[in-house]
Nanobody, 121 residues
């Protein structure tokens, strides 16, 4: 099992940047693919980005491509999401998720508690 804790959310203005971090514990971190999802009020949870076990491959939702970068440090057991040029529509609770398999749905085995990102216009 792996436990995930997100941090780094906050209230920012449109155009600002934020760096979210997901800290993992409890298992060998490099055994897991890690993804970020988000959920805005009244909307379904949506995929944001994912990174494979050693960071070789990353994948982004079209809505954040070019504005976000996902990275990981398996020595520190962390995965970061750097978000630039934030827009009000990026406002959501952001969740970190992990799974030992590379899956393209939201059926990840492990989830963090989420961190709120609010972007004002």
């Amino acid at each position: 099992q792996v436990q995930l804790v997100e941090s780094g959310g906050g209230l920012v203005q449109a155009g600002d940047s934020l760096r979210l971090s997901c800290a993992a514990s409890g298992s060998t971190f490099s055994d897991y693919v890690v993804a970020w999802f988000r959920q805005a009020p009244g909307k379904e949870r949506e995929f944001v980005a994912r990174i494979t076990w050693t960071g070789t491959t990353t994948y982004y939702a079209d809505s954040v491509k070019g504005r976000c970068t996902i990275s990981r440090d398996n020595n520190k057991n962390t995965v970061d999401l750097q978000m630039n040029s934030l827009k009000p529509e990026d406002t959501a609770v952001y969740y970190c998720a992990a799974d030992q398999n590379l899956i393209t749905t939201d059926l990840y085995d492990y989830w963090g508690q989420g961190t709120q990102v609010t972007v004002s216009s």
